[in-house]
């Protein structure tokens, strides 16, 4: 069964920026395809990036393009977030979610961004 652990959230000021990791174990991340996701105070979950098997990437959302990037180490079962020139209104939990066909779908518990000055 695989369990997704994200770590590298932290405070950090406008203009910044965080490299989330998520970090695998029980199974191979390069058979899923791996999102992340995030969800601000009282809104929804709100899907970012997203990384195939092959290492195609999606962005899909686009307050965020241009400034985060999504890639994977296989050799560490860990897929990272990038996260660039980073506004106050990024600030949210932030998730990774892999999905397969074969495997299902998981979710990790989320790590904290917080932008603030």
């Known amino acids: 069964q695989l369990q997704l652990v994200e770590s590298g959230g932290n405070l950090v000021q406008p203009g910044g920026s965080l490299k989330l990791s998520c970090a695998g174990s029980?199974?191979?991340?390069?058979?899923?395809?791996i999102g992340w996701f995030r969800q601000a105070p009282g809104k929804g979950r709100e899907g970012l990036l997203c990384i195939s098997t092959r290492g195609a990437t999606t962005v899909s959302a686009d307050s965020v393009s241009g400034r985060f990037t999504i890639s994977r180490d296989n050799a560490k079962n860990t897929v990272y977030l990038q996260m660039n020139s980073l506004k106050p209104e990024d600030t949210a939990v932030y998730y990774c979610?892999?999905?397969?066909?074969?495997?299902?779908?998981?979710w990790g518990q989320g790590t904290q961004v917080i932008v603030s000055s």
């Open positions: 979610n892999a999905q397969s066909a074969l495997y299902g779908t998981h």
């Open positions: 029980g199974d191979n991340l390069d058979s899923f395809a």
